[in-house]
């Protein structure tokens, strides 16, 4: 059976996840587009899906009943109203990173899908699908004993001047939260900002570096380094102390060279590039889960952690204190 | 449109080709199956493709209207049969390794293919679709000048009482043999083996470890180490020493642990493991190219130039010589 | 000339350093020994030094003509009277650490030796004479720009019941609290501390392990896990942030091996072992200053500031605050 | 007691060996010199040895009764004649690679040493002092099984025209011809030497690179790439393959880096920096057994093979044969 998928936004990510369930995965077919602009759409039916059904707007998308499941890649405040329509549609729906801009939004799909019953949401979060978070997981599960310590780094070589200080949270932090979370299988209950002497190459309005403290409900307490300007590269780094030993990501694979007096290998520029395998297998989960009726990975639930944590961190950014993070109870059908 | 398949010999590499063609890449399905023995292809059907016909013969499979291109998996000694078989079929086929159990058969494929004037041909060599080796290619082709001598190892942690000394070359070496012709884009010109004392893990009828010096026409020197019973894991090395610097093949990713007094990381002992992504993207640069009725890759000229360089190498092993290796003008088609 | 040096103190360190200088180093020599057991000193005379007069008093050692320079290596509680009777003498003394128990004598050392007019001692502050930081001080000041954060751990296998949670300072982080000084050419403003998740292995009076967070006047930040019960081994890390880059302390060579499916190479489990070679330069530079009748490398003023910001960091253990550090201005004689 | 030393030769490695004897290292002091060039010597006196005698022959220096023992820092012609003389006059003697310029005058060495009954010489083969080497010495004897290959390189950055073909024999691959004797504890049966492509970068009468293949007693199989134009740095590499394992070399110590898109670290360009702690050793292990009146570390006898074995290879690239090495007997006073 060939799931068939509506698609809405096709600006950057939607085109790539089209390219992928038309080019690449088994199983899936896009059927449906819809954009903002009809001619966003357009040309990517035109480049992608000949086949595909365009639509106006994206609650006829998906309405049709040609479309057995949604892809929401639309901005981010367009999220809430496209994922309860697709639940109130009985469909399941992927939904890009955030599931929604504020907490109470996220919590409102949480409650909706509860009141369905059923699972239908799959949030974005990336990382979990990236084959060296897997390989940490299992370590972290098996080799190193409990987790007491995390120290990681998330790197950017550099952001446009519109990239204002709470975006390190929204934007950048925001994979560390979720991917972190999964990896401990612990929740967070504060939240502390410290910041560095500022890099000369950040713009006014942007407070960089940033470290983010975390502590969590088991006690494990961690440090992300948070350095959106960082010239050399984009790097990614994690770093799990047990009490047993310790272990780190993966870094990328790259080729060592010998070369004019150093032995060097690249680093990665283009963030794009870094976990451009975990998007494949993050839809094929999907598909997979999506041709049962149901949705599998990144929870609504976690979505909505992600946001009261986010909210959390920027207040911890403003008011420089420790800011306590309180979650109600998970929804037993997340369980 | 679906590129329709049929695939002759179901054993590990064919059932696993099926299950790539049928769950995991987009494209293509496979439609008809064939094996020596026909239960094992009812139980490829069975799990993994229950819309494919079953043929008594391979032959019938090839000449079915139903199906587009085919996949030969079955023993080694059939291949010649069932490739210029599709070839008369006008059918793009590929061909697991080796292409012929003889040079002379190789050949023949070769003056098929040409006579018919296109490429059909894929030759399975799937390291030439590892991304650590295509990273590599791009290195020595830009960064570190021209290549003079290529360093080596294929390590095995051990092997069964069946295989033999020649097997070295058949069986193990023969990826060096293609990759590295690849890699440098050159032919080899000579073959010398050596032998190093002999590892107590070697059963008697196996010389283990053996070092294969080759030269290239462009006068590279290459050494490959061969040690099928090394005992640590499966262990792929390749190191290119150019003009101006040296690049290494990148190792498999793995976690970095400090436990036990020791910074350690996992080396694999499978060797379906290292090459496990490669055989997805060959698949899928067979099913694109079989999609326009022709084939792309290793061709059956480099399957050609591999017997011919492995049965020298054979020669040397058993005559302590150095064996000289000579080419047929290539074809032009090849070009 | 030989710079005739006398010993007070002849536990491990004092009978290394007997030693060192009698069989390792060019320049010097053991002449007199003092230790509050006379029969500890009497052993190093006899195995090391058997020309070396023994002293009941580390007192009548200082003042014995025959001595030109000291070594105080005697429990901590007598080393402000020894360092003041050297300085009174006029001798250059070098003081393993502590300078002094309390931030209050090691001022008065510092005036005394202002008072002299000339620097006099040499603080035991080992890892400045460690290549590994050597090379990394050379890479901070030329190569990675303006430093702006330090992630350091400094982990050790197992400490015993003895050792409790203040010691986690004034015996572990001491080292860093002094190198990182130097390394950045910096002093703190703020201490804090916070507590992971506390090891199974540590004892039940240790806080283990312990996050310290330091501000410096510059404003880099700077933390440091200390792990005293980490399992794995004795383990020093340091990576220093700056504008342009990063740059990482060495790892301690080791052999890299391939076995049993692992590349694995040993952490050391021995801290006696992780700086070792740093004594020998240490100990050479003292002798080449006391030569001149002066002291080199730290200072009593360094000493000072060690304990101050120890009893800092004590302070942020017991209230969990953020602790200011202020120092009196520095002498200038020290600059 | 401290060792009375005589240095004849006063060039870059004489000098440098005063400055370690009389600076650097307990036990010795450098009392008398001579040079073929006066001047040579008498600068050597002013600025390192003041109290040091000049003699006008090394002879008269041997015969000095002021001299217990004797270091032979000058030209490789005169060696034989100076280290006869030491022996004759029972002074213990370093001597500088090459022990002789011909295996005759090497074997003369050993006799006369022989005649005499009791080691007098140590060869200035420093690389058996190197931390590294002598921790891959124990994981070799300990850890990876029975060694079967090994695979090494020595690099150059680059040499002057005066450097020919025959150098990358006696001047560059004696080090690895001792060091993986000493290394494997076995002797060598045969030598090849094979060609690859000439870099562009070697001089019209050098071939470079070449690859030294080496067979052992016990059938341990020694590739050695010498490459003495590599362009990138001076770089020894040592991998040492055993029947449970394998073992590196360890890489200098250096810092990682992150700057400018790359994971860097300096490689070495000048070599005398790749060994320049062993000499300390070395000259430190020879202090200590001359002040026992004899002589330790790397023999006559290992001096003796050193140069029969280079000649093997050079008589290897000459011919392009594999060349049988047979020795004597060792004499029974080097067991």
Redesign the interface.
């Known amino acids: 059976m060939t799931v068939r998928i509506g698609v809405i936004g096709t600006g950057m990510i939607g085109r790539d996840h089209t390219r992928r369930i ?6 899936a077919e896009v059927v449906a587009l819809s954009d903002y602009s009809p001619d966003a759409a357009r040309a990517v039916q035109a480049d992608l899906a000949p086949g595909a059904k365009l639509h106006d707007r994206g609650e006829d998308l998906i309405a049709s009943a040609d479309v057995d499941a949604v892809l929401v890649c639309s901005t981010g405040a367009t999220h809430e109203a496209y994922v309860l329509a697709a639940i109130a549609a009985g469909k399941p729906v992927f939904c890009e990173k955030p599931l929604a801009t504020t907490a109470e939004a996220a919590l409102r799909i949480v409650e909706a899908e509860a009141a369905h019953g059923r699972r239908l949401v799959q949030v974005g979060f990336m990382r979990r699908y990236d ?2 978070y897997r ?2 997981k299992q ?1 972290v599960d098996r ?4 987790p ?2 995390v ?1 990681a780094a998330h790197r950017n ?1 550099s952001v446009p001047e519109s990239y204002l200080t709470p975006m390190a949270i929204h934007d950048t932090l925001i994979h560390e939260i979720d991917v972190l979370r999964w990896l401990l299988d612990d929740d967070y209950v504060s939240a502390q900002v ?8 950040a713009h006014a309005r942007l407070a960089d ?1 940033q ?1 983010v ?1 975390l ?1 969590t409900k ?4 961690i ?1 992300v ?1 948070v ?1 959106v300007n ?4 984009y ?1 990614i780094q994690c770093q799990v ?1 047990g ?9 990328p ?15 990665l ?1 283009d963030w794009k590039q870094r976990f451009i395998d975990s998007y494949d297998v993050e839809l ?1 989960d999907f598909i997979q889960a999506a041709a049962r009726g149901t949705a599998a990975g990144p929870t609504a639930w976690d979505g909505y952690v992600a946001a009261i944590t986010s909210d959390a961190c920027v207040e911890a950014q403003e008011s420089g204190r420790i800011v306590p993070i309180s979650l109600p109870a998970r929804p037993a059908h997340y369980d």
Request: charged share 25%; hydrophobic share 40%; aromatic share 4%.
């Open positions: 038309n080019q690449v995965l088994s199983g084959a060296g390989m940490l370590v080799q190193i004993g409990t007491l310590m120290h070589q410290v910041f560095p002497r500022k890099s000369r190459h570096p470290i403290l502590e088991k006690g494990v307490r440090d380094e350095f960082c010239q050399y590269g790097d102390v009490e047993e030993g310790l272990a780190n990501l993966p870094e694979m790259t080729i060592a060279m010998r070369r004019e007096a150093r032995l060097q290998s690249d680093i520029v094929a």
